[in-house]
């Protein structure tokens, strides 16, 4: 081998290693980085998780603080839903309700006993009609979900729990759009479509690059998962369903807002996903 030879290999032995080291010093800086940031209690978990059926949906088991609107401590529950954990064997005597719905069922921007599904609960256990009913009520809703996703999460769900009532909460300002693929503006969930008289379901988003992708390794972590968010007043007020249930609406802790409904669609136009 000449000199010429050998001094280039050796040059591109020596571009490497020094890559190699720039490389691991990035790496190591960033997990000291992380390490720091998690001493010091900051976090940024991904809530959502990609899902074959329904696009994405909350991942199950995480835990962590809620900033982007609003600051409330979420937890998703191990069949992810953002509520303790339910045996889906209902215990005697029990009278089970399952809520469907977008960001106002979810309500990640306050703590879970305000929002309206564990208010609901806590209203009917003091409801003297109801004496001596276990009440259980279950929240499966998630944010940006339309009625397509919902029914899907019924189906796929929600009858393992035996529910004896299901409540659909409707968001008036976007859940028609969202069932309909060129006003939602995405092809990455399933939608229902007509065909031949019936209603069809189009799971033709499984094929999409962009759902392919966030299916890999560098969409594991969530990221690449859409979320959205809602007004923090609005789920405050979501106790207006207590109206369904005559009879259990004489507690004088009764909040304000639930005899007006949803005020912040009303009062600022709020548009919600």
């Known amino acids: ?5 050998a001094n280039k290999k050796q040059k591109r032995s020596e571009r490497r290693l020094k890559l190699l080291l720039l490389l691991g010093s990035i790496l190591f800086s960033l997990g000291i980085i992380e390490i720091g940031l998690r001493l010091a209690g900051y976090s940024y978990p991904e809530f959502y998780a ?3 059926p329904r696009g994405y949906a909350l991942r199950p088991g995480i835990e962590g ?6 600051e409330a401590v979420v937890r998703i529950n191990s069949d992810g839903m953002r509520d303790r954990e339910h045996p889906k064997q209902k215990a005697p005597n029990t009278l089970r309700i399952a809520v469907l719905g977008d960001s106002y069922t979810e309500a990640f921007q306050v703590p879970f006993e305000e929002s309206f599904c564990a208010m ?4 009917l256990r003091d409801c003297a009609l109801l004496s001596g009913k276990n009440i259980e009520v279950l929240n499966f809703g998630v944010s940006g979900y339309g009625s397509a996703q919902e029914l899907i999460t019924l189906r796929d769900h929600v009858w393992q729990y035996s529910p004896d009532i ?3 909460a409707v968001t008036t300002s976007n859940d028609i759009s969202d069932n309909v693929r060129a006003l939602k503006k995405t092809s ?3 939608y229902f479509v007509w065909h031949e008289g019936k209603l069809e379901e189009d799971d033709s988003f499984r094929q999409t690059k962009n759902f392919r992708l966030r299916g890999s390794f560098l969409g594991s972590s969530g990221a690449l998962v859409p979320g959205s968010s809602a007004c923090n007043s ?3 007020s979501g106790s207006s369903w207590l109206k369904s249930f005559p009879g259990c ?8 807002a639930a005899a007006a409904g949803f005020p912040g669609l009303r009062e600022r136009g709020s548009k919600v996903e």
């Open 1 to 5: 081998m000449n000199p010429q030879t």
């Open 234 to 236: 609005s789920y405050r």
């Open 65 to 70: 603080w809620y900033r982007k609107e609003g």
């Open 50 to 52: 990609i899902d074959g």
């Open 166 to 168: 299901v409540l659909l």
């Open 249 to 256: 609406l004489e507690s004088e802790s009764r909040p304000k």
């Open 120 to 123: 609901l609960e806590q209203k």
């Open 188 to 190: 990455d969930i399933p």
